[in-house]
């Protein structure tokens, strides 16, 4: 994945609780990928639709695993 790519949260990435805050407005959103760092959530992502009561997830950092390319 690249900077600009359109992703969803994978089934695994839905699961986690640390995405709660994602699943509760849409678990099937799309975002963007704005930034790829290094380590283990190297991918920073802007949620179209976090809810909006946490505000602090509307970028969000995640691994590989957790996303994949919106269709």
């Known amino acids: 994945m690249k900077t600009g790519d359109l992703v969803r949260l994978s089934e695994y990435g839905i699961k ?5 805050a994602l699943t509760m407005e849409d678990p099937y ?28 997830f509307l970028v969000n950092t995640h691994s590989r695993k957790e996303l994949k390319y919106a269709v």
Do not use: F, I
């Open 29 to 56: 959103q799309v975002g963007v990928v704005t930034r790829v760092l290094l380590g283990s959530y190297p991918y920073k992502v802007h949620w179209m639709k976090a809810h909006r009561s946490h505000s602090c």
């Open 16 to 20: 986690r609780d640390y995405n709660h």
